[in-house]
Nanobody, 125 residues
Framework: VQLQASGGGLVQAGGSLRLSCAAS????????VGWFRQAPGKEREFVAA????????YYHDSVKGRFTISRDNAKNTAYLQMNSLRPEDTATYYC???????????????????WGQGTLVTVSS
């Protein structure tokens, strides 16, 4: 499956953005989807995940209550709604998928695959 992230941009602190992760080549409904981010000079960091079974969601503590991950299987697309953005949210955001991910591994990028091109989010103070 090929994934393409989009929706990034420049926003002021406190603002909102919605990122999209569009899939082609295979349906996303059979996969869990994860969002990660990477700031310059830093390692790739887990942000959020939505599991294929039951649609349960899981978030990094730093984004809980501000970000919401969702999916639209009819559009073969996952989303990351980001509210109350902070300068420290500035990064390139990536989506990935996995058919076998479990909760204990969800934060580890090595367990995700088919990373798409990222989309840059810049939050100004």
């Amino acid at each position: 499956v090929q994934l393409q992230a989009s929706g990034g941009g420049l926003v002021q602190a406190g603002g909102s953005l919605r990122l999209s992760c569009a899939a082609s080549g295979r349906t996303l409904s059979s996969s869990s989807v994860g969002w990660f981010r990477q700031a310059p000079g830093k390692e790739r960091e887990f942000v959020a995940a939505i599991f294929r079974s039951g649609g349960n969601t899981y978030y990094h503590d730093s984004v809980k209550g501000r970000f919401t991950i969702s999916r639209d299987n009819a559009k073969n697309t996952a989303y990351l709604q980001m509210n109350s953005l902070r300068p420290e949210d500035t990064a390139t955001y990536y989506c990935a998928h996995s058919r076998t991910i479990i909760l204990s591994s969800v934060r580890d990028p090595r367990y995700w695959s088919d990373w798409g091109q990222g989309t840059l989010v810049t939050v100004s103070s």
